[in-house]
């Protein structure tokens, strides 16, 4: 008999072969469906051979099913919207009834049958001519946004991603003009989460965002009038997620229908309609011209009624952001001629220009009632001017520009008792921050201004080519089963082109009193790479009904990725060499020895890549496990729980410098002006001539060799992809037409990236450790990779909701998240630096976005008149900041990470928040014209009370300096976001 090599290739292999045999059709994937399933009955028990049909009220595409001998039946594939379910059997009339799916919902309900009508049992139903049917017995900890929520909350900047700051553990950024507009949850940084789009991944495997191209983004990455709705899967989701260590969003796209529909909205906002912030004003800033106009097109019929429809839309972002640049808190004790030189460049608010253009086209073909087929095709062309504001002046500014380009085919069929689904798609995103004034170097008078021009310029491309197929199958075995098995195949291309410092960058500072540079980088060399990579993944998941009232989710899925590390890499020759036989003499000595050698520290085979040793991850396996148990059988009270462990990937920018750093290379440069090695600089001192103030001063130094050669980038090569580990126990109870939640979660982060000192021998002081490492010859200072930054997060979950109906005419959430995060060894929510430490003594602190309370309360209301009134109220207690502590004297410092807080102000609760907004959106929509084209006038205000939501600065606002000093600015903020602000709107639909 032969045995497996290892019980990893056991589980690997039988999930492969359940995978292929539910791969022999075409369909697609990730919860882009709702599902019903349950039993027919009469009061003398089971109906069977009865036939359930649903038939989507908007599309008429039709789903039908026969129910078992037991009247059991099972109806997948349904796309979350209103249906007219209707059941017959021989011995009744065919009766109907009209329900609402939301998105990715598995209910479980039965159809009572009597002469006249039929009842649904055992499901939580609201409403009463739709009846919107709310799951309560799933094990994920999950918040539908609904189509109204999306159509009608007041959304300042219409990403569509913002309304997951509806579910509790969530956090959107708060900053709506911050760069970089991202969703996080469980302590986790934002690159572990992931948003799927009918099925389809958008992950980013570049930088950091998660998804798309969020990095540094403040632009919408997709067309919000093209959402239908979505699903904010905080944690406990299923094996066929992939790639993500924290939440997940999936989304569907709207479709076209039997009628011809169709809206158009334009959003408009100037200066006098936001607030200029406090700092501004007391600057005496003057208010730039500025504006912004959002606008865009949906339409949507049908091409063949009941069978082929089309969708169309577009969206049009165009906005002034504000830039304020001023002086730096040092400007008036510079020296004279300083300030002489630096006095010419303007000052006060700038503009900021971004313009948008999002498009989304899509056919829906249904040849068949058991079977539809989809292709669409999205596009998002992205620009702004940026890179300036604080002490960056405007010369600094570049061209940000993001465009992605998406393409999917998707299939599905539908058995009695089985669904296939599968997807073929393509993608390719592209990240290109530009110069604009590409010729000047960049001088940087630290405390005071930074003048010249951008000192880099990028252009990241992924280009990814996907298929993937489901198959769900349900049996009765011991109690009912619904299997779903899936894989998924991704052939990936990268594209990485960085140039950085090129025109040269130079740093002045006080201590130097700003006469010269101490310290300049110089770059040059190709500055383009490219990587392929091949990602796999496979899953099989039961949700085993164990008994009428107790269900049992169990699941693993394994990933694997060819070249996630860039594989086939070779390190130079010399570097091997000097890390094999470089060595160093101390005196006195360090660590009880007066001479180290590099490979006394660590392994230095483990750091030399061969372009063959460097093998690919393979323990992405990946169990979860849940259950749900409802009390009393009829879904109203239902305890729930789960456990289950995530793996997500490492970005390639994380480890593009192993390389990148030997085909570009990039110089560090110290100077002095009396012979002394500056303080803060790695590098042996080298003394002042004005002649080096440009690229070609600095080449010539390195001509000349009097420099070191470039930093060396040591990867691991058993570095590790972060995964988490995650476990929760909740209740959901529902109240009258309110559902209510109570949950406990507990996420456990590892393998988490950060780059420190390389080379430094054991026991040495902290204060040495920028010139006590061994280095190599011709290489400049030596950083080595660590996979063990951690985070921990523990939350308790309040949730109230009750669901918008016709016949009550309003809806209310409320979402209220009491958590403690921590990280450790570094603050960078990026490629991670950790310098504040000796390797790998990395303690725990308070995580960057630990933030004790959050509550987010959302609603909608019919008012007389036809007026209807929405807000989202979002109140936080604060996040925390670090604390330069010198008070024991600058020898015993220390950096208190994240260990202090801003001052917290009221809202019902005195002096309980530190970030506090208060959003309206009222809509007035004028009676119909010939019952088909509507108009509709809306106003919205953003923090309608214009509460202070302040910022604040390590080293100006928590510094705390040596005795007899006294930092004046202590506890006092440096900077306010979302100021009130108002919009003003039309919309037309038809």
Known sequence: MKKWPCPRLRVVATLACAALLGAGGAAWSQATNSSIKGAVRDINGPVPIATVVAVDKESGFQYSTQAGEDGSFFLSGLKPGVYEIKVSSEAYEEQTRTVQLLLGQEVSLNFILSPSAVFLEGVTVVGESTQLLVETRSSEIATNVSPRQIESLPQNNRNFLAFAGLAPGVRFTDDQDAAGQTFRSGGANPKQVNVFIDGVSFKNDLIQGGAFMQDSSRGNPFPQNAVQEYKVLTQNFKAEYEKAAAAVITAVTRSGGNQLRGDAFFLFQDQSLVEQDDFARARGDEEPDYDRGQYGLSIGGPLVADRLHYF???????????RSVFRGAQYGSAPANVRARLDPYPTGSFVAPLESQLWFGKLSWQPGAAQTLDFSYHRRDEEETRGFGNQQVEQLAELFEVTTDSAVLRHQKLWSSMLNEASFSYQKMEWSPSQLNPGLPRENFVGLLDIGGKDSFQDLIQ??????????WMTEWHGGHTVKTGLSLSKVDYEMTKSLYGNGYFEYRSDEAWQFPFLARFGAGDPALDFGN????IYLQDDWAVLPNLTVNVGVRWDYETNMLNNDWETPADVASGLRNSCRTYSPPVGGQAEWCISDLFDVESYISTGSNRSSYDSMIQPRVGF?????????????????????RVTLNDIFDEQYRHVFKVYTFCFTDDGTQPAGCSVPAIPWDPA??????LAGLIARGQTPGPEVFL???????????????????KLGNWLGSLTYANARGYNGLAWSFGTLPPGTAFNDRWGAWIGIPNYGFILRSYDVRRTEYDGVFLTLDKPYT???????????????????????????FSFDFIPTDWPLFPANQDERHRVVMSGTVGLPLNFALSSVITLGSGVPYSMPDASQGWDRFVMRFNAARGEKKDFILPDAWGYRSVDLRLEWEAPAIGDRVRIGVLAEAFNVFDFDNYTYTDWVSFFKPPAPEVNANFGKPTGEINTRRFQLGLRLRF
């Open 628 to 648: 749900s148990w409802d009390v009393r059988e009829n879904g109203e009270t239902v305890v729930f729980g789960g456990w289950g462990q995530y793996y997500d």
């Open 463 to 472: 280009d990814r080519v996907s298929f993937r197929d489901d198959f769900t």
């Open 692 to 697: 080096y103030l440009s690229a070609e001063g």
């Open 715 to 733: 990867l691991n090569n058993e570095t590790r992809p972060p995964r988490s580990n995650q476990w929760s126990v909740g209740l959901r109870q």
């Open 534 to 537: 091949t990602q796999y993944g």
């Open 312 to 322: 169309l839309s577009a969206e049009v972002n165009n906005r002034d952001g504000v």
């Open 806 to 832: 016709s016949e009550s005419g309003w809806g209310a959430n409320f979402a209220y998240t009491y958590s403690k995060g921590y990280q450790n060894a570094s603050l960078d929510e990026g490629t991670a």
